[in-house]
């Protein structure tokens, strides 16, 4: 099955969702709306290699990504202390959102036939709706373009 059967349509609105993030705090996406445009990167697991890099090298274009506007989490059904270590590991100066149950990725169309989550990255704009959405990992110079566009 593919990484991301059916992702959400761009100009959709993006569904809202609330989850405890891995520095111990909570996070809604209606905090956001009017302020900052989102960017969710799902991926499977922490700390494997695929993830490593697609989690790192938003880390390291973080500056692009404040630049914009973009605020950056992860999201993975990991445990909170699973995401704390992965964040403690690679020096990610961003959350990963602890999705429990896999309601958001379900919600966004990533969780696959065999249960797990598959990798894809949104970007939602200051509105509240879906202004990026592609299978697998992408960069910010891609990911920002469809902001301006």
Known sequence: MAD???LLPVGSDAPVFRAETSDGGSVSLTDFRGRNA????????????????????????GADYAAAGVVRFGVNPGSHESHRQFVDKYTLDFPLLVDRDADIAKAYGVLRDDGEVGRATYVIDREGRIAYAQ????GAAEV????RG
């Not at 989102?38 to 274009?61: I, K, N, W």
């Not at 920002?144 to 902001?147: G, N, Y």
């Open 4 to 6: 991301a059967p059916s």
């Open 38 to 61: 989102v960017l969710l990167m799902f991926y499977p697991q922490d700390d494997t290699p695929g993830c490593t890099r697609q989690m790192c090298a938003a880390r390291d274009e």
């Open 135 to 138: 299978p697998g990992a992408h």
């Open 144 to 147: 920002l373009e469809a902001l």
